[in-house]
Structure formats: structure tokens, C-alpha cells
């Protein structure tokens, strides 16, 4: 979708090895964010940004990290892949009172 | 436990017709209420959103109704297209708190010409 971008689209990887997506958004919006999604689970934050190296935990931050040195980047890095961290990511932006909107996603299989 | 639950994981509708689509929620401190669409390998696409303060909110086809005395809102789709055929998400939250919102298990809809 046209402002943000989510790359790579598909990854598969082993247990065990570094894994970083990323998230690039032209919109040059403050606030970024990365979910998870997964069967039997509604939406589930991550970790959100709220401006550059300004970042929190969401609901599941276990074994993840994240930086954001850009406004326009945000990455997202599962330091050693676990294959509980098998999913679907969005990254969502969203701008000051604004409703979140998504990039079309990264599918990632840990084997 | 979910706080946020859309009962129905399917619904089928015949083209011309109305979809409703149904969400409930248990947290009374909600006050901003938002559905989502989803279609295949693309990401969710923001559809409506509805006030705690208001009980109904209209765009085009698609109206969101919110009963706060039942925590029970509800997406109606009239008249229903095939290109309606998605996952709808319900979510729930506080107002300009984006990171606390709180995200249903989605409903599949599927109108058929």
C-alpha cells in the first residue's frame, strides 16, 4: 500500500539465527508500530515507536527488539528466532488521533 | 480471556443484501470503537470507527452501531458486494490511544452474486 512498506514479504529461517524486518513508511508519521498475528489471537502489539529512538514494549516483546533511527524506518529484529515466533508482522503507522494504518505484511516460518 | 470477541467466525450473505457483522466487548472503560477489513496477503484497512459518545456512525454503506449499556457494536453493509468479501476486525480501545487498543479474532464474510 502506497506510504508504507514492509520488507521482506516472505522469510523463512532457522531456529536460532538473527531475523530483522523492516518497515519503511513515506507518510513522515510519528508513530509506528509492529503487531503479530496469529491463529486464535486477535492483533497483538509488539512494540510501538513514538517518535526517533523513542520506543516501548507492547504486549509481546519477549524476544524481540526494535530501533528506529529515521522517522521513515522501523525495524524489527527477533534476536534468535524460536519457532513460537512463526507469524504473520504488520507494521501499522498512524498519525497524531488517527486510526492505524497497516502495511501488507511479512510472513515468517521458523523451521 | 478475550475482551474483545466477534462471535461469529463466518458469514455468508447474498449480493444486494445486508451484512451485519457483531462485536462484543467486556472493558466499560473503552470509549473508542474501530472496524477493520482485511483482504488476502494485503494488511487490515481501516473501514469506520464510532465514539463512545455516539451511538451510530454512517459512511456510504458501511454503519457502526454501538449499544454501550450491552457493550455490543455492530457493522452493517448495505447493500452487500462481492468485493465486501473479506475478514472484518473489531477493535476496541481508549480514544488517541492507539497502542492500547485491544483486536477481535476477525469474522470472515463472503457475498455471493
Known amino acids: 500500500d502506497a506510504g508504507i512498506t514492509q520488507s521482506p514479504r516472505h522469510k523463512v529461517t532457522e531456529t536460532g539465527t538473527p531475523v530483522t524486518l523492516r518497515c519503511h513508511q513515506t507518510e513522515n508519521h510519528r508513530y509506528m508500530y509492529w503487531y503479530r498475528q496469529d491463529p486464535g489471537h486477535g492483533l497483538r502489539l509488539i512494540h510501538y515507536?513514538?517518535?526517533?529512538?523513542?520506543?516501548d514494549k507492547g504486549e509481546v516483546s519477549d524476544g524481540y527488539s526494535v530501533s528506529r533511527s529515521k522517522t521513515e524506518d522501523f525495524l524489527l529484529t527477533l534476536e534468535s528466532a524460536t519457532s513460537s515466533q512463526t507469524s504473520v508482522y504488520f507494521c501499522a503507522i498512524a498519525g497524531p488521533g488517527s486510526p492505524l494504518h497497516f502495511g501488507n505484511g511479512t510472513r515468517l516460518t521458523v523451521t | 480471556d478475550q475482551q474483545v470477541k466477534q462471535n461469529s467466525p463466518s458469514l455468508s450473505v447474498q449480493e444486494g443484501r445486508i451484512s451485519i457483522l457483531n462485536c462484543d466487548y467486556t472493558n466499560s472503560m473503552f470509549d473508542y470503537f474501530l472496524w477493520y477489513k482485511k483482504y488476502p496477503a494485503e494488511g487490515p484497512t481501516f473501514l469506520i470507527s464510532i465514539s463512545s459518545i455516539k451511538d451510530k456512525n454512517e459512511d456510504g454503506r458501511f454503519t457502526v452501531f454501538l449499544n454501550k449499556s450491552a457493550k455490543h457494536l455492530s457493522l452493517h453493509i448495505v447493500p452487500s458486494q462481492p468485493g465486501d468479501s473479506a475478514v472484518y476486525f473489531c477493535a476496541a480501545g481508549e480514544a488517541g490511544n492507539n497502542r492500547k487498543l485491544i483486536w477481535g479474532l476477525g469474522t470472515s464474510l463472503a457475498v455471493n452474486p
Open positions: 515507536s513514538y517518535g526517533v529512538k523513542d520506543t
